[in-house]
């Protein structure tokens, strides 16, 4: 079996890409190699150079995610006669979302377009992690029709969590179009920060009214208005995914907004927010909230709202509820429901499948000792 000294090893592609272990890596002369027997195939010394360790009959190699970066590891473990294979991000920031397996005896016989690069939909093995998105995702494959140094391509769907919900817009783009209050006068100064509408921090007293639009002797359906664009794209994850929080403490006629997300080229309307919703006097709470989940549109052209960039949040308080001093939706906070995270291909490091293009990868595992 295989005994690695990890220190200090280093290993260099040689230009014959064709040859076996000998010839195909050259160790540095810092290497402590023992090999004993038919050892393993040339993947084992690209792991032992990296994170991976090999040990009596399990070998590791990287999982990389988007080409350079390592999101944990493919471990490979004779077991029983069967082999065990391991996805695992464990201890890194990265979790899977999918995995796909392919375990051949040679790299021909992995499913591949007539460029050669893989078909993971026609991977022999395929799933989700144990628990969804999670860490760990472990397939048992039956090798019995196999011997000698085989093959392995080792797909996975990475995410990476980069904001962990639930969180507000601080920092995101907006453009305002705040109109006026009921007698038309224009809305007092501290009440028309737009940066106000993003943040709720409780209690910051700090809002933006969104105000009537009047129209030739009377008010326009849709009153003030804001555009609020996100760098990181919220998506429809489970249950509801964007919270609206308004100010109105007290009993006080009904305020409302539309909520609108952008998706596949056009508004979509994901319903009504107003100022219903009240929480216990007092309470981080006590301002109205409405949540809205992009699974459930009120849009009867759309069935899921997959991920939205921007949201649009427009008054249409009905005017004539309220006293001539009124403002309408007074919108304090936008708050995302659902991690931003940043997704990524991974395979297990080893050769590339093709030259140009694609940067998928498999490695090899000698599989009689
Ligand atoms: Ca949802
Ligand atoms: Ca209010
Ligand atoms: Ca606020």
Redesign the pocket.
């Known amino acids: 079996m295989l005994a690695v000294d990890t220190v200090g090893i280093g290993w260099e592609p040689m230009t014959d890409n064709s040859g076996r272990l000998g010839e195909r890596w050259e160790l540095n002369r810092r290497t402590i190699l023992k090999a004993a027997g038919a050892g393993i195939g040339a993947s084992a010394l690209i792991s032992a150079s990296g994170v991976g360790a090999a040990n009596e009959n399990t070998f590791s190699v990287d999982l990389i995610a988007g080409q350079n970066t390592v999101a944990g590891e493919v471990t490979v473990k004779k077991e029983n006669g069967n082999l065990i294979v391991t996805f695992d991000t464990s201890g890194t920031s990265w979790e899977l979302l999918a995995t796909h397996l392919h375990v051949a005896g040679s790299e021909d016989d992995i499913p591949q377009t007539e460029k050669g690069n893989p078909k993971i939909g026609n991977f022999e093995y395929s799933g989700e992690p144990d628990s969804a998105p999670g860490n760990l995702a472990v397939y048992t494959v039956d090798v019995s029709g196999l011997s000698g140094e085989i093959v392995l391509a080792a797909h996975a769907e990475v995410q990476e969590v980069l904001i962990e919900a639930p969180y507000f817009a601080a920092g995101a783009q907006y453009t305002a179009d705040q109109g006026v209050k009921k007698d038309g006068n224009p809305i007092p100064e501290a009440r028309s920060d737009p940066e106000d509408a993003l943040v709720k921090a409780y209690p910051d007293g700090e809002f933006f009214s969104l105000g009537f639009k009047r129209d030739d002797g009377g008010f326009k359906d849709e009153g003030g208005s804001i555009e609020i664009t996100f760098d990181c794209p919220i998506v429809n994850g489970d249950g509801d995914d964007l919270k609206i929080w308004?100010?109105?403490f007290d009993p006080?006629p009904a305020?409302s907004a539309d909520v609108y997300a952008w998706y596949d080229g056009q508004w979509v309307y994901l319903g009504q927010a107003d100022?219903s919703g009240q929480g216990s006097a007092g309470s981080p709470e006590a301002h109205t909230i409405s949540t809205f989940d992009f699974g459930d549109p009120a849009d009867p052209d759309y069935d899921e709202v997959e991920s939205t960039e921007k949201i649009r949040i427009v008054d249409t308080t009905d005017p004539s509820l309220h006293n001539n001093n009124a403002d309408a939706?007074?919108l304090d906070g936008v708050q995302v429901l659902q991690d931003c995270t940043n997704e990524e291909t991974a395979w297990g490091a080893g050769e590339p499948f093709v030259d140009r293009g694609s940067w998928a990868t498999y490695f090899t595992y000698v599989l009689d000792s």
């Open positions: 308004e100010v109105t006080y305020e100022n939706f007074d």
